[in-house]
């Protein structure tokens, strides 16, 4: 059971800084006396203040109120344990930043009253990929009645996880940045946040894309150019109606278009568009070398993709309300450890995203292996074991789990989706040979010759069927 004693003191008192710590000696509070050292914390959801005293030592420290993090606190908290999230947002969520849409599997297994509950957005019954130059676009749609992944916003979506870890008896802080990991006899012991040491059995790093402590660690090295691409991201505001009449969407129904092309001016990458309930979600993803390489700027670049003919049409009723940057692990890059004496790295951190061109998945795989993490510290405790040789059964757990298995699986889509072909040949290609055989002048040609036309000094033959064999076999 959890070690920590929480008390709500007051409702609806002056809001505090989300944290004031310190070494308080004695305080006195509804009558109370509380002596020791205290963490006071105003928490965001119920806006009490809670008095948190602070036991010698928790069970596990997490760095990261992601997805990642509060996974693997919430499984721990579910089964007893004296749990700690670590934000160093001012709220949960409020350093989280996506595209749009959640595969729910995960969830839905681990939480029960999820369907009834989480912020969900829409449920995507449409999915679209469109080719874009600069004046056309070509696209491909998938309608189906099934539905196996949600729209959310990011930061609604990880702050509702965070009620969650805190129901189950876990805690949660916000506005808590972890400077350093303290590191005794070559083990993790607890972290440094400023001038406050905090101990425990074993640090869950789920610090998404920035490995500062996980280099600390010595468990990986920073992210080169190919291995991380920046997303930049609108939100635009429209009404639900105007939504479902521009998508022909039905009520509660979302879609998911991505782009390629155009919207990265034809950068490694693409573009995005979800249908949120009252608002639309739209950005690209470029690769950092890609980006360098073409002298892409990134922050401009949103702007023509917004002001293209095939969305400017769309979204001329709408007016911007939100812009967000964040960085996201492209490709296979997963560190060959994932587990040292005391600490497991869980998430974005540990690279666990995977971009298979039509789809991409990063939190629920962060969200497994938080789950993942939290049943290797559970059997570390029965062992009372926190050294490497317990701890690396995470990494067996994550091989035989889709977060190792799919990544390994799609391994080779990551190598074909380095081809810039993709992002610049094909995506021209498509949109001039289907507008030439859809205009109708004095000499209409078959597809055929436009084909062979358009691909002069640009591509083989023998090149693009070779392309196309290998994206139907490995996407
Ligand atoms: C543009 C873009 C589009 C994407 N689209 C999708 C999509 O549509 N679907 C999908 O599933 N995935 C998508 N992803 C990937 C997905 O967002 C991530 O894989 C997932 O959110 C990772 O979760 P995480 O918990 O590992 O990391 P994060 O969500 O980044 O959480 C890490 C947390 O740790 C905190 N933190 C960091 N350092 C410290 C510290 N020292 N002390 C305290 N706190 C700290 C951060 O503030 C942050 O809140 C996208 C990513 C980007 C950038």
């Not at 358009?454 to 070779?466: A, F, P």
Request: glycine content about 8%.
């Amino acid at each position: 059971m959890p070690r920590f004693h929480s008390i709500n003191i007051v409702s609806g008192c002056t809001p505090l800084h989300p944290i004031c710590k310190g070494d308080i000696k004695t305080q006195v509070y509804n009558g109370r006396k509380i002596s020791k050292k205290y963490i006071w914390l105003a928490s965001n959801y119920t806006k009490n203040l809670n008095v948190v005293q602070m036991e010698e030592k928790f069970d596990a420290i997490i760095v990261g109120a992601g997805a990642a993090g509060l996974g693997a606190a919430y499984r721990l908290a579910k089964n007893g344990f004296n749990v700690v999230v670590l934000e160093r947002g001012q709220r949960i969520g409020a350093k989280n930043v996506y595209g749009g849409r959640i595969y729910s599997h995960v969830f839905e297994k681990e939480i029960p009253e999820f369907t009834k509950e989480a912020p969900v957005e829409r449920w995507v019954k449409k999915e679209r990929l469109t080719f874009m130059n600069e004046s056309d676009a070509v696209s491909l749609e998938l309608f189906s009645s099934d539905q196996s992944s949600f729209i959310a916003i990011l930061s609604k979506f990880n702050e509702w996880l965070g009620k969650k870890v805190e129901e189950a008896g876990g805690l949660v802080i916000p506005g808590f940045k972890v400077d350093d990991l303290i590191i005794e006899d070559g083990a993790v012991k607890g972290i440094v946040a400023g001038e406050e040491k905090l101990y425990s059995d074993v640090v869950i790093d789920a610090e998404g894309i920035n490995p500062i402590l996980a280099m600390k660690a010595g468990l990986r090295g920073d992210w080169k150019p190919n291995q991380v691409a920046v997303g930049v991201k609108e939100v635009i505001k429209l009404s639900e109606e105007k939504i479902n009449d521009l998508f022909d969407l039905n009520e509660g129904e979302g879609m998911a278009n991505l782009f390629l092309g155009y919207p990265t001016k034809y950068g490694l990458g693409g573009g995005f568009l979800y249908t949120n309930k009252d608002t639309i979600s739209l950005g690209i993803v470029v690769r950092i070398d890609s980006a360098i390489a073409k002298q892409i700027a990134v922050y401009d670049i949103v702007e023509d993709f917004r002001l293209h003919p095939f969305i400017a049409r769309i979204l001329k009723e709408g007016s911007p309300i939100e812009y967000s940057a964040h960085l996201v692990p492209e490709g296979y890059h997963v560190p060959s450890k994932l587990a040292a004496n005391g600490i497991l790295l869980a998430g974005d951190v540990a690279g666990f995203v995977l971009n298979r061109g039509l789809t991409i998945r990063g939190v629920d795989l962060a969200f497994l292996s938080g789950l993942l993490a939290a049943e290797t510290v559970k059997e570390a405790h029965e062992a009372k074991d926190f050294s490497e040789t317990t701890l690396k059964a995470y990494e067996s757990k994550l091989r035989n789990s889709i977060v190792i298995n799919e990544l390994e699986a799609f391994k080779k889509a990551s190598t074909l989706l380095s081809n810039l072909r993709f992002y610049e040949t094909y995506p021209q290609l498509v949109c001039e040979v289907l507008k030439e055989a859809y205009t109708i002048g004095e000499n209409s040609q078959k597809i055929y010759p436009i084909l062979r036309e358009k691909m002069k000094g640009r591509i083989s033959l023998l090149t693009l069927i070779r392309d196309l064999i290998s994206a139907v076999r490995n996407l």
